[in-house]
């Protein structure tokens, strides 16, 4: 009897209990939802408890006239954390429900997120579709210069060098126009780049095994030169020794060490101009802003 009157006189402890954890819960909270608090908490860095705030009050208030502009600093807060999907829902729900000002914003805003996400065609067309609606506003240089970042990414120096010069024109005057004039520039300068031509390593090392390998660089030339002398030899020993059978099976060796050595030659030009790219384009996220 006394264990069962203890145990039901433990009740209110498992009330108790009960009630901490859910105090401890954002959503459970009783001090009423603030918006000013989840802005200061965004202002100051704080991302994941400022997007706790955004929720709570949300929860509390789904009706409320700045739910566009919540949903937008929430979308922020995700790409901030590196939640790239749940960001884009919530910016194009941002971009939905507001007004002008906010469409601005929030399609700037997921752009980044994009470009972050490596969804570089995605990203230009949102930056193309603000260009096209916002032409003589801020916003407009704003996503050319992105679109310029993504055209830089993907390697497409003639198309960046374009979308930087129209950033530079929306924006001039302006430090992203300054930004973007020198990005232009040093896209014209990586279009200039010393570049070797894969068909012309090919067509060298056909003639002579090894040279188009040797031209980008490549010190590999001179084995695969090496080697086809060295078959080229014993070929030739072995028809003049009579040795028929040896010199079918070099033959068809020294065949396909031309042919890969063909090969070779005009991957190790592409591979040398692949590099050059990069050094540039690691030289030029060096010294410019990412979006």
Same mark, same amino acid.
């Given at each position: 009897?006394?264990?069962?009157?203890?145990?039901?006189?433990?009740?209110?402890?498992?009330?108790?209990?009960?009630?901490?954890?859910?105090?401890?819960?954002?959503?459970?909270?009783?001090?009423?939802?603030?918006?000013?608090?989840?802005?200061?908490?965004?202002?100051?860095?704080?991302?994941?408890?400022?997007?706790?705030?955004?929720?709570?009050?949300?929860?509390?208030?789904?009706?409320?006239?700045?739910?566009?502009?919540?949903?937008?600093?929430?979308?922020?807060?995700?790409?901030?954390?590196?939640?790239?999907?749940?960001?884009?829902?919530?910016?194009?729900?941002?971009?939905?429900?507001?007004?002008?000002?906010?469409?601005?914003?929030?399609?700037?805003?997921?752009?980044?997120?994009?470009?972050?996400?490596?969804?570089?065609?995605?990203?230009?067309?949102?930056?193309?579709?603000?260009?096209?609606?916002?032409?003589?506003?801020?916003?407009?240089?704003?996503?050319?210069?992105?679109?310029?970042?993504?055209?830089?990414?993907?390697?497409?120096?003639?198309?960046? *060098?374009?979308?930087?010069?129209?950033?530079?024109?929306?924006?001039?005057?302006?430090?992203?126009?300054?930004? *973007?004039?020198?990005?232009?520039?040093?896209?014209?300068?990586?279009?200039?780049?010393?570049?070797?031509?894969?068909?012309?390593?090919?067509?060298?090392?056909?003639?002579?095994?090894?040279?188009?390998?040797?031209?980008?660089?490549?010190?590999?030339?001179?084995?695969?030169?090496?080697?086809?002398?060295?078959?080229?030899?014993?070929?030739?020993?072995?028809?003049?020794?009579?040795?028929?059978?040896?010199?079918?099976?070099?033959?068809?060796?020294?065949?396909?060490?031309?042919?890969?050595?063909?090969?070779?030659?005009?991957?190790?030009?592409?591979?040398?101009?692949?590099?050059?790219?990069?050094?540039?384009?690691?030289?030029?996220?060096?010294?410019?802003?990412?979006?």
């Amino acid at each position: 009897m006394s264990s069962g009157g203890e145990l039901s006189g433990m009740w209110w402890v498992w009330v108790f209990a009960v009630y901490s954890s859910l105090s401890l819960n954002p959503f459970f909270r009783y001090e009423p939802a603030s918006v000013e608090l989840a802005n200061l908490l965004f202002q100051s860095g704080d991302y994941r408890q400022a997007l706790v705030e955004y929720k709570r009050f949300l929860h509390y208030k789904p009706e409320d006239p700045r739910r566009p502009y919540l949903m937008f600093r929430m979308g922020v807060c995700y790409s901030k954390l590196g939640k790239y999907d749940k960001a884009e829902r919530m910016l194009r729900k941002a971009l939905e429900a507001g007004d002008e000002d906010l469409r601005e914003r929030a399609g700037i805003a997921l752009i980044r997120t994009l470009f972050l996400m490596d969804r570089y065609d995605s990203a230009k067309l949102m930056a193309r579709l603000l260009m096209e609606r916002y032409g003589s506003r801020p916003v407009a240089a704003e996503a050319a210069y992105l679109r310029g970042w993504c055209f830089l990414n993907e390697g497409n120096w003639f198309e960046a *060098a374009l979308a930087f010069r129209r950033a530079a024109e929306m924006g001039k005057g302006t430090e992203l126009g300054l930004e *973007a004039t020198r990005l232009a520039e040093g896209c014209l300068e990586a279009i200039r780049l010393p570049r070797r031509s894969p068909s012309k390593a090919r067509a060298l090392s056909a003639l002579i095994p090894g040279m188009g390998q040797l031209i980008g660089g490549d010190i590999k030339g001179a084995i695969w030169l090496a080697g086809e002398l060295i078959l080229g030899y014993l070929l030739v020993d072995s028809v003049e020794s009579g040795r028929y059978f040896d010199a079918v099976l070099l033959g068809a060796g020294l065949g396909w060490a031309h042919l890969m050595n063909i090969r070779q030659a005009g991957r190790s030009a592409a591979r040398y101009n692949a590099e050059l790219e990069t050094r540039l384009l690691n030289d030029l996220r060096k010294a410019h802003t990412l979006p």
